[in-house]
């Protein structure tokens, strides 16, 4: 199933040039494909990705959101104060927010698939057969595998996925279901789309700016310092509690 889903998501796109329309369908279509191979080999729908809607699910989501978000906006926020990255200016209204919409939309779409992929079906299939740091190793593992799909497999980059996997795997641990780690998730992502874009590309994204590219060892290293930091702030917030709404529907395969 991971073979056929993340090849889905990851392959079809590096194969085919998708204008955004054909990636939005691209990435609509995942569900019934992900829905129907659940139903097939596990018996099950989408509660075989931690996909569940329970009462207080979108509170798990907006902590997430709000933790993702305000991590990326000091890292952003740092970047420039060293020099990093060069403000400009920001674009038309009508094409801010046009950008919003694909942002949200796009990287809303695709983190809930990755999440759904990477947490949600192997916290389904090995948690109660595996010890629980095992289940969360593989989890972990296979983000930093996916992420190289898009950044490339360097070591700069696979430590930066193994650490920011870290508060997305154990935010997923402590909830029992998708909805806090796809905030954390989106909610950076919507940062970094405000600047990069869905694309990725400098200038894709709501505000103009200049990349200065220098290459200081914080700077290389920065986001990689944040993603640990919010690793601490995730233990804190969900091992209080604060707000967080525990899933009641178990993960383990029945």
Not at 121 to 133: D, I
Not at 148 to 176: C, D, M, R
Not at 189 to 214: C, E, H, M, P, T
Request: contains cysteine; hydrophobic residues 55%; proline residues 2%.
């Amino acid at each position: 199933m991971y073979l056929i889903l993340t090849s889905y998501f990851q392959l079809l796109p590096s194969i085919f040039t998708m204008s955004d329309v054909v990636r939005f369908f691209h990435l609509v279509l995942f569900f019934p494909l992900a829905y129907g191979l659940a139903k097939v080999v596990l018996k099950t729908g989408f509660e075989g990705y931690g996909l569940v809607f329970f009462r207080g699910w979108h509170r798990n989501l907006f902590i997430g959101l709000a933790i993702g978000f305000i991590g990326w906006v000091c890292l952003f926020t740092l970047q420039f104060m060293i020099g990093r990255y060069e403000y400009i200016g920001i674009k038309p209204v009508g094409d801010v927010i046009v950008m919003l919409v694909i942002i949200i939309v796009g990287f809303g779409l695709g983190s809930l698939i990755n999440d759904m992929i990477v947490r949600g079906l192997v916290f389904h299939h090995f948690m109660g057969k595996l010890p629980v740091g095992v289940v969360m190793l593989i989890s972990i593992t296979l983000y930093a595998l996916d992420d190289a799909w898009l950044e490339g497999l360097t070591l700069q980059n696979t430590i930066f996925s193994v650490v920011l996997g870290l508060s997305l795997t154990y935010a997923f641990y402590k909830t029992k279901s998708i909805w806090a780690n796809t905030g954390i998730h989106l909610g950076l992502n919507i940062v970094y789309g405000l600047f990069f874009g869905v694309s990725g590309r400098s200038g894709d994204g709501v505000f103009i700016f200049n990349d200065n590219q220098i290459s200081s060892l914080l700077s290389s290293w920065l986001s990689t310092i944040i993603a640990f930091m919010l690793f601490i702030i995730v233990i804190a917030v969900f091992k209080s509690k604060n707000g967080v709404v525990l899933s009641k529907i178990p993960i383990e395969k029945g």
